[in-house]
Each structure stands twice: as C-alpha cells, then as structure tokens.
C-alpha cells in the first residue's frame, strides 16, 4: 500500500501477453486486503460525491477528482473477479446502469416540461416576478386540459357518437324563420344560427334518459361532469396550495449575507453553452437587482402621518371607480335588455356590453396603478394590493353582470308558459288540418318539420351565448392591446427615436413593461367565466383551451421582443399561494349561480338534457329511484337530513379551528428556533447578539475609535461586548454552522476580503463597530449547509 493505495504487482519472469498468472495473483489476495480494498473504493465513491462541498481550491479539487475516478475505475473490477465475487462486480455493473438511466429519465422529464425554457429565458431577463406570470399560465392550462377532456369524453362525444343526429328533433334544427341568414358571418360571430344550435351550447342536447346501444345515461352525465369539474377544480387547487406552502412564501426574506452568497454561489460551472451562459448573466444580475430593492426598503425611513393619510385617499378613489364601473355595467346590461327588442341595430349596440366590460377591464387597471403611486408600497406589496383591486373590479363587474342576466332569466322563464301553450296550439291545429282533408281520423298524420315547430327561449342557451362572446371579446381586446399597445409602441420608439426631437427610449413613450397584475386577474378572471359558462356551453372549456395555448406562445413573444424590465425589479414570492388564492375564491364564487341553478331554477321545456322535469338535480334522485337498491333511497335521505349536515358542518369548522391553532403554535416554534440558532452561530464566530450589544451599549458610548482600531482582529473588533472574536476569523450567516481554523499549509491561501456582519439595525452600531477593508490572513472558514 503506498498513499493509501493498494498496488496490485505482477511476479517477475512471466510474459506480458500472459492473464492467467495476474488473475491467479489477484485470487491469491486475503480476505483482509480485498475489505481494505473495498473501503478505499468506498470511500473514494464518497470523496466524489461531496467534493463539491470541500472548501478547497479549484485546481485541487480537480486533481483529487481525476485521481479518485481513476482508483475506483481500475480497482472496483479487481474486485468483481475471482469466486464469490461476481455477485458484486454484477451488483458494481448494475448500480452504474441504475444511476445512469435515473440520470437520462430525470432529463427527459425535464424536457418534457412544456414551455420550460420558454420560462427560463424570460425568467433571466425579467426576474422571478414575470416568470411567474407564465407558470401560473402553465397550471392553468394543464388543468383546463384535463377539464377539456371531462366534458368532450363524457357528454360532447357521447351526444354525437350515440345521440339522434342534426335535423332529426326541432332542439336540434336551425327554425325555419332563421334558415335564411344562418350561416351569415355576422351571425355566426353573435353565436347564432347553426352555431346556437350545435354541441357547443346546452339546448342541443337531448333529454332522452339512455342512448345508444350502450345505454349511456347523458343527462346524468352532463349533471355529474357538471358538478365534477368544480370538485376537480378545488381539489387541483388546494393540493397545489398546501405543495407551494411546503416549498416556502417567505417573500424574499434571505437572512444574513444575501449579496455574499449571491456574489460566491450564484454561478453554475456546469453550463457549456454560450446562450445558457447569458442567460445565467443575467439572471444573476436581476437577483442582484431584486435584492437591492429588498435592501433599499428594509432601510427606507420616512413619515407615517402623510403616508397614512395618501394611502386612505387612495383607497377612497379606488373605491369610488370600483362603484362607478359596477353601476356602468348594470346600466348597460339593463339597456342591452331593451335593445333585445329592436331588429335595426348597429354593430356597436349589438356588442355594448362585452365591448364596455372589456375596456373596464383595459382601463381601470392602469389607473388604480396610477392612484397607487400615492401608497409608496414595496414593489411585491403594491403588487398584491393591485391585484386585489383589480379582482375587486374583475368580481364586481362579473357579479353586476350575473345580476342583471338573471333578471332577463326571470322575463323568460315567465313568457315560457305562453310559449309552451303556443307551441301545443300549433301542433294540434297540424294535426286538425292535416285530417280534414284526407277524411280518415285513423290515418297516422307525418311528424311536423322540425324547423316550424314553435321553440321556447331556451334560457339555459341564452346565458351560455353570453359567456362564450365575453370570453371572445376579451380574448380579441387582450391581443389587439398586446398588438397595438406594446408592438406597435416598440416600433415606433425604435425607428423614430433617431429623428425625433427627444429621446424617445428614455422619455415619453418608452418601451412598455409587462403588466403582470393585470394579466394575472385576466387570466383568474377568465377562468371565473369559464367554470360558470361551462355548465351552459360545453364548447367553452375548448374555447379556452386554445386561448391559454395561443397565449403562451404570443405573449412570451411579446415581453421578449417589445417588452423591458420593470424599472423597480423585485422578488416574487417562493410560492403562488396568492394566485391560487384568489383562484379559489373565484372558484367559490363561480360555484355560487350555477349551484343555484341546479337547485332553484326550472330547465326549459323544450330543449337540454333536463328537459321535462321540476328541477334539474330531479336526474339524481331519478337513478336513485329507478337504478339502485332502495335502501341506498334510504340512506341518501338521511344524508339530506338537515340534522346531520349541520353538526357535520360544525364539526368541520371545529377540525380547522384546530388544524390551524396548531399550525400557527408550529410557526412560532419555528420562529423561536430560528432566533436561537442565529443566536447560538453568531456566538460561535465571535459576534455578540442584539441582546448583549443592548446591555453593554450604554458603557461603551464614551469609547473613541482610534486610526489603528479598524478591522477585524484590531481593538475595536476586540471590544465588543458578548463573546471574544478570534482574530482572523470570518462570519458567516445564521444558516450556516461555521467553525474556524488554520488551512493548511501550502494548499490554501488566504482571502483577500472579508465578509463582514451587520445587525438588524446597522444605525445603532455605526459608531462602535466600523466595516474592515481586508481580512488579516492566518486562518481560513469552512462551512456546511445545515
């Protein structure tokens, strides 16, 4: 053994060509040399893992890495070799190929992430917060896609595959009266003519109880997708709240040091592509960016009367839009109502109201951020507040809207009787002139064509037209505003800025930013629509399926090309928890009318899968009656019982007052470790703790530095109260357990500088505790990760 290595040698006199001899020599070894030959193997395994971790120079790391990897190549065979000793070469050989293939498998789902570089590169030129725009875009798509296949898998193929086809039934036949001008372009971007009456809206679908040959019950179908889409929903999003509460929202806050190990961690010495390698750049140079702004707040001084005061008055004109927005809708809804009346109408009053929702929603946002400049928040802070404005806007214009809808639900549901009647007087009197002439009252009359037969309005189709026009409506404003607002801003201040009397780059216009809060609420906005709309159009999970598609593709061009960062980056949050939850609460309150629906409301009578009955969750207890055993009747109304759903209801809210007590005793605790082991590092590494300092403050403020005192080991550092400081010694952050020693000799050279601590409250030690210029040398950190 020589270094630690076991040297294995060839007898002298024997031919070079000749194995037989060398495998002989390496059977010949005892049993102790092959286990101290297995634990050098071991244990150079374990040098190659951690090397990264040692605190040693690059050159020798690298030395020590090719000479392990060479040990382990050359002897980890020898010891596969000779009897009893295949089984570990075979198990040797197979842990290889295990690590490889877990290797390459965990790159391949790396690439298939959809979009994942997309994110990247926006990530490194416009921070974590934009980024975050797109992963939330991401999410949403990935669950709009399963919804998708919910509703076409179980009622939308159904119906077509099984169903009577177009034409056969008047539910499903284009009125005579509308044949005409169905297929006219107006008409068909209104949602009318052959698209009214097609798979994509409720009235089309038949209330036949089974249909086919596989007897497939589609109005109970279409009720349970219906309900599951909103149970699906809520569990997606509650499931990824409690993931993103595990990974972490502490919003930024890093500790100690941030700018040190930014400065010596930040880099990844695995990069070898020149693009990935800019990226990097400048990603790195937006963290800084982020961590300055961090900084600049913690420090910001300034007076609490005046801010209080503008931060009151912003909220009081805030408020004010939000009430006017909300009385501009009712108003318009009420009047498109009168309009519903009138045959000669021009294109605007045809589309005032989407037209009037979606320019809310294009200017209110820039003004609440205009108002908000009044606050003076922290960039992550005025974002959540702008958010929650904008979703104030958003949730009142959609619920104002809803309000009024109803009320036209109520007109129609009231004129449906006399339609009804109108409807029966006409097939009867088909029936009358279609015997008189033949003189035969036993003669079978042909069906009445569907097309003349009198329809009902169809409310349930009504309402999900004005969901899919909204959702369309907004999905043009949103591209022309990205086309004209942005595009066509960057064109102009990048050809014309050459030939125009001021700097058009720096001044007005400038290149726009990204507006995150406002396609983030126009995204949970739209979403809101589409779990409400859904249940009256199954067409329209598809309609946003391809707008969330589309969407990623054009809006990362978008930021990419005409897009600049914004001019106060900052971090967002580890997690989306604030995203998803305002997802959730627009996804209770989408739940809110079409439960309401279901339960209060009867269908029409002439057209939907629940057509003919009292209300529309009759389905239910109609399979239940006629489908299962009748003591599953039993129990079902027991469970409706309202004795038992309102302690059921109790004890839930018992459980979650439990559940988070015990969270928040958790949170404290945590935070009571965290102080005693920032406490417990700082003592370790010499710095006396805020404690200490505050005790001892008052007998040191008679003490004058002198010129010589400066740096770390000199008196001034030695003075301090609390626990002596080792000259020479660095200091390292809380999250980090530290330990001071001598390197060693002729490996190991000393740092040029020093990182140096500061306090919570740098104000208060800046007369006894100066900031050193150069670490004397002598000694040396090592630090591990805890």
Known sequence: AKNGIIVLKRPLGTSSDSNSDSDEEEDSMSEGEMARLMEEVEEKKKLIATI???????????????????????????????KGRKWYAYKVMMTK???????????????CIPWERKIKEVESHFGSSVASYFIFLRWMYGMNLVLFGLTFGLVVMPEVLMGLPYGSIPRKTVPRAEQDTAQDYSVLMDFNGYCKYSVLFYGYYNNQRTIGLLKFRLPLAYLMVGLGTFGYSLMLVIRTMAKNADVGGGDGDEGEFTFAWKMFTSWDYLIGNAETADNKYASITTSFKESIVDEQENQKD?????????RVLANFLITC?????????????????????RDDLSWYEKNELELIMSLLGLVCPPLFETIAELEDYHPRIALKWQLGRIFALFLGNLYTFLFALFDEVNTKLEEEGSIKNASIWAMKEYYANFSLPVNDSDATPPPMDPGDVILGPCWETAVGIEFVKLTVSDIQVTYLTILIGDFARAVIV????????WDLEAGFPSYGEFDISGNVLGLVFNQGMIWMGAFYAPGLVGINVLRLLSSMYYQCWAVMATNVPHERVFKASKSNNFYMGLLLLVLFLSLLPVVYTIMSLPPSFDCGPFSGKE??????????????????GTLFSYAAN???IIPAVLLMVLAIYYLNSTSEAYQNANMELKKKMQMVSKRICGVPSDEDFNQEEPKKQHRQHQPGDEGPGGPAAQSLPGPARPAGAWLVSSRASCRCGTPETGTD???????????????????NRPRPEAEPPGRVLTCRKT
């Open 97 to 111: 190929k295990w690590i490889k293939f877990q290797r390459d498998f965990e790159n391949f789902r790396t690439a």
């Open 642 to 644: 309202p004795g038992l």
């Open 52 to 82: 990264r971790n040692k605190p040693w120079r690059m050159k020798r790391r690298l030395v020590l890495l090719r000479e392990a990897q060479q040990f382990v190549d050359k002897f980890e065979g020898a010891l596969g070799k000779g």
């Open 749 to 767: 050279q000393p740092p040029a500088l020093s990182l140096w601590s500061e306090q919570r409250n740098p104000r208060s030690l800046k007369e």
């Open 321 to 341: 839009s939000l009430g006017g927005s909300g009385y501009l809708i009712y108003f318009v809804v009420k009047r498109s109502q009168e309009f519903a009346n």
């Open 494 to 501: 990048r050809f014309l800025n050459y030939c125009w009397c």
């Open 302 to 310: 300034e007076n609490i009367h005046l801010r209080r005061f503008l």
């Open 615 to 632: 209300k529309m969750f009759d389905v239910i207890m109609e399979t239940i009656d006629l489908d299962l055993p009748a003591f599953m």
